[in-house]
Structures are given as C-alpha cells and as structure tokens.
C-alpha cells in the first residue's frame, strides 16, 4: 500500500518506531469519516482504522495511501467504537500502555 509523504518523510521516524516498538497490528476496526469540501463541492473523507496493537492507522477514502499512523488516543476508541461499553477490554489495555510509554503531554513522543 502507498504511503502518503506525511507518512513516509514528515513522520518516518514515528512510524519507524511504532513498527519496532509496538507492532502495526491487524486492523480491526474502522470507520469512515466523511466531509464536504465546499471549494470542489464534493464530498472528502477518511477511514480511521484501529489495530489489536493500540495503533491508529488513517487511510485514504478509496483506501489506497495510508495518510498517517499513530498511537491511538482513548478518545479515539470511544468515537470509533461508539462508546465506552463496546471497546474490548483487551484493546483498552493496550492504547492505555501505549499511551503511558509512547506519548506525552498527549502527543506520541516520536515526530
């Protein structure tokens, strides 16, 4: 899959780090995501795609470019799951490891 410039230079050290680190995981769940731009008037949107490794993976509309990864946030979890009852507690477990290992102040610790 290709990978957008974001991701492969702006934020290569990030994703470098994840995949040694963390693990790209498989992706498990997602959800699209859909705006309007009113300058082409149509309609742009992404899918947020979370794996079993706590990582968030944000793909293309036509899902062909992955745009950018990183360490998926608890806020993150409860908008693609729909609330907090639906997370597994498995996952949970992980973005909150995650979180305490790879990032601060809330931003992942890796550029």
């Known amino acids: 899959m290709k990978m957008s410039y974001h991701c492969e230079v ?3 050290e990030r994703v470098q780090q994840i995949i040694q680190h963390i693990g790209m995981g498989q ?4 959800k699209y995501v859909g705006n309007f731009d009113s300058n082409t008037n149509m309609a ?3 899918y947020i795609c979370l794996t079993d490794t ?4 944000i793909k ?3 899902k062909q470019i992955i745009i950018t990864i990183y360490v998926t946030t608890f806020r993150e979890l409860v908008a693609v799951y729909g609330g907090q009852k ?3 507690p498995f996952l ?3 973005v ?3 979180q305490s290992y790879y990032t601060k102040n809330g931003k992942t610790i890796w550029k």
């Open 27 to 30: 992706i498990i769940k997602e």
């Open 92 to 94: 949970k477990k992980k």
């Open 44 to 46: 742009q949107g992404k």
């Open 96 to 98: 909150d490891r995650n």
């Open 54 to 57: 706590g990582i968030t993976i």
């Open 10 to 12: 702006t934020r290569h």
């Open 86 to 88: 639906n997370i597994p």
């Open 60 to 62: 293309s509309e036509d």
